[in-house]
């Protein structure tokens, strides 16, 4: 299984960025994705999940701005970020749900 995210970059506050996580190597229709974040110093945190049929769940703190999104016919989960802070800057993971199968990380810089 492999997990390629991409999209991070530098954006300044209040802008947007589209986080990717290509998918291989699994039935990825049949999976629940995760998103995570990790940030200088802090521990990796949960922002977003999208089950198998496409519900979706995001953390309190980016709720209204984060949209976790799928596409089954790329194998593609999706992170769309409106409305960044500062404090969404971390490496950006995606995860397969379930699993201990983690995408190699986008970094996400928010600058104020």
């Known amino acids: 299984v492999q997990l390629q995210a991409s999209g991070g970059g530098l954006v300044q506050a209040g802008g947007s960025l589209r986080l990717s996580c290509v998918t291989s190597g699994m039935i990825f229709r049949l999976n629940a994705m995760r998103w995570y974040r990790q940030a200088p110093g802090k521990q990796r945190e949960l922002v977003a999940t999208i089950s198998s049929t496409g519900f979706n769940d995001v953390a309190d703190s980016v709720k209204g701005r984060f949209t976790v999104s799928r596409d089954n016919a790329k194998d593609t989960v999706y992170l769309q970020m409106n409305t960044l802070k500062p404090e969404d800057t971390a490496v950006y993971y995606c995860?397969?749900?379930?699993?201990?199968?983690w995408g190699q990380g986008t970094q996400v810089t928010v600058s104020s």
């Open positions: 995860k397969v749900a379930n699993s201990d199968h």
